[in-house]
């Protein structure tokens, strides 16, 4: 289940409408909170293509006939760090004027980056696997 090149820049440019319209709505959110905007839309743009190709040489990892351990682990740490530099940089930049609840949502986020990314994992490797009829 590799991603074709064309299918890959299609979802590309999908993820930077949605990282666009992102920044335009937390624009002010973001300058109260101490974050730099423009230093967490750069992060959040220059790491779609390695979310994208890490995301599908995960899939074809988990779906290919070799299903080895550490392509598995390797592709799910560059998709999950890809997904979540941009709030990593938001929780360091926004630290000291951070309330409780802003850490308990970035906190969701991030669990629920790591949660939906071993769904799939899951998805994957019983869609990969024959069945027993």
Request: a positive charge; proline letters at 5%.
């Amino acid at each position: 289940m590799n991603l074709g090149p064309k299918t890959r820049f299609r979802a590309m440019l999908a993820i930077w409408g949605y990282d666009m319209a992102k920044f335009l709505v937390l624009y002010r959110t973001m300058e109260g909170f101490g974050i730099n905007p423009w230093v967490f839309f750069f992060l959040d743009m220059v790491t779609v293509p390695t979310y994208v190709m890490g995301w599908s040489r995960l899939m074809a990892s988990i779906t290919g006939e070799i299903q080895t351990f550490r392509a598995i682990f390797t592709w799910s740490l560059i998709t999950f760090v890809s997904s979540t530099a941009p709030y990593f940089y938001a929780a360091f930049a926004g630290r000291r004027t951070f309330p409780p609840e802003i850490w308990w949502f970035l906190a969701l986020i991030l669990l629920f980056s790591l949660i939906n990314l071993i769904r799939k994992i899951c998805r994957a490797r019983k869609a990969s696997c024959p069945t027993d009829s």
